[in-house]
């Protein structure tokens, strides 16, 4: 910010363009305000939103310390947008208001220690607060006479909002009428949200007929699929409330805190959150921030922060309120998981497949502390779906440890000079003609003549759970394949210590130590092997089902496809892939090659299992490891038996945790699951190599 003190006194120009900056930035977030709020189609991120409200108040603050005034109707002073008049309106009385933000643990001890004063209390007051997510959703007022829910509005500005009562009435999660010891009238005010599921299953129907709506985020799906005229579309589109505050009432004797009112609530079979706390003080606020940030990603729902409330009702009432929030409450947020960016490009990708997959990159973002700077596409018919082009302007969310995802395109800020997509006609790499399959993918024809095929192949075959080569990573790959040196699996037999020597990377000693890795690799068992020669659809689990059945390479190469198909897990396409695999003369000298270089293939005796503790268990893997990726120890696991899935539940056996590991390692420790760490890890493929090899 400028700081520049601008008053009365300083010159006429200067005041004339802060005025005129204020100007601006209040029709912009005007603007924005429109687009979010009545439209439900944001067109920036919340995080930009925020940014560019803290920058009007700070100019607003600037002006005012000179002496000017802030104008009523300055976005700053007011709550969400206009109802829409689509929809009959309802007065709040008292109006529902919004909640003031902040971003750090700095900005929240000061609003604690404010707040005191305010209070009257001494500053090491341990004052008792409620502590609940920030559910991202859209506030509603329901109002309930004798027990009946006779009507339901949205916030809208605050004063009016929209009467959406038919469609609320279609959201199950609210009761029509409520049970226990009623009041004549209540207002209970809470947030409709839609689950992550219900949003990720709305965006998926939606993309599936050409021109469905996409929605940015649950918020905006959720806003979208109450403001509809036909209450229909609400009830199939599976909301979800939570209660968090009251408005009027008669005959009702209001409990002494809000953590009270909550349960009171609950006897009348109003839902609320059941991760609200009451806490004491400022430690334990910082506390519960800190543990709900570390299970965010866990939750069904969204939420973008912790609302910290002071718990008593006649303490709020001191505190009071300023124009839009109240002063007893605040919204601490969370970094924020969906940003805007832009699309510069898109680059298509070779995979082991030949599979084209276009990649988007993009100008540079930081989401909740990661910068990311490209996000697949998946495939051509995804971008036509989400009318992408390359110059859009786009929504990336990323939840967790999960690869971040371009949501959609925000086609009102697409550049003039903004392109289709179309995807090449021949491959990038080796310019041979591409083929489509049944599928939406989009193939290389060049199979392992194509350079980024062979490195990929070649990738897999060495990697951690085939032939285990250790030394022999993507890097030395790439170079000697670059080469010339290396053009199928079987070369990595074939070279010397003094080819090895002679790559860019590698000096004497780890030359040497990879030459010894290779010649470990040549005891192999049947399963790692038909995992390693890469044949699609042919993971470890199915290469493991394949070796028991055959137990050895020869009746594998003269299986039929016939015979594949009766393995179980085995279907009609990776039948025809095996077969068509194993058929392919230029496969077949490779096979024959290496087993003339010396690998040498246990047979494996029928239905032979490796004792492992994995086996039948249902694994969870998190944080990150040093000799191999989470998909190639999901791999590895696979095979030893286990059961592997992405998130923890009661049900899981183990967690097995690396390096950083975050909130899954902490659910865990929560639900009591037995925890894996890196060095148990080793110890125990150790023990199951060993096993194998004895076999
Ligand atoms: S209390 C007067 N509690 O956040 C205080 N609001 O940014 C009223 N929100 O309009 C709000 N979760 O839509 C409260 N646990 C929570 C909330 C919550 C989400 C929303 C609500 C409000 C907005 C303000």
New binding site residues.
Partial sequence: MDTKQISLFSPASDREDLEAEVQSLRREIEKHNQAYYELDNPLISDSEYDALMRKLKDLETEIASGGGSIPNNSPSRKVGGRAAKKFAQIAHNPPM???DNVFSEEEFRDFYQKLLVRLGLPANTELTLSA????DG??VNLRYEYGKLTAAAT?GDGQNGEDVTANVREISDIPKQLTGNLPDLIDIRG?IFMTKKAFAELNAKSQEKSGGKLFANPRNAAAGSLRQLNPEITRERNLSFFA??IGSYQNFTLPQNYSELLRTYRSFNIPSCDLQQQINGLDAAIEFMTNLGKIRNELPFDIDGV?FKVDEFALQKQAGFISRA?RW?I?WKFPAIEVSTQILDIDIQVGRTGALTPVARLEPVEIAGVTVSNATLHNALEIARKDIYIGDFVFLRRAGDVIPEIVKAIPEKRPADARKFQMPAHCPVCNSAVIQDESAVIRCSGGLHCPAQKTAALIHFASRAALDIQGLGEKIIDDAVELGKLRNPADIFRLTLEDWKNLPRLGQKSAENLVAAIKKARFCTLPRFIYALGIREIGAVNARAIAEKFSSIEKILSATEEEFLAIDGIGEESAKYLKSFLSDQENLAVIQDLLQLGIVLEEMPAKKTVNSIFSDKKVVITGSFAEFSREELGEILRTLGAKVSASVSKNTDFLVAGEKAGSKLDKARGLGVQIIDAEKLQSELAKTRQEEENA
């Fill in positions: 208001l919004s909640l609940e997510p920030k559910f859209l506030a916030r947030e968090y505050g609302v109240p409450a919204a």
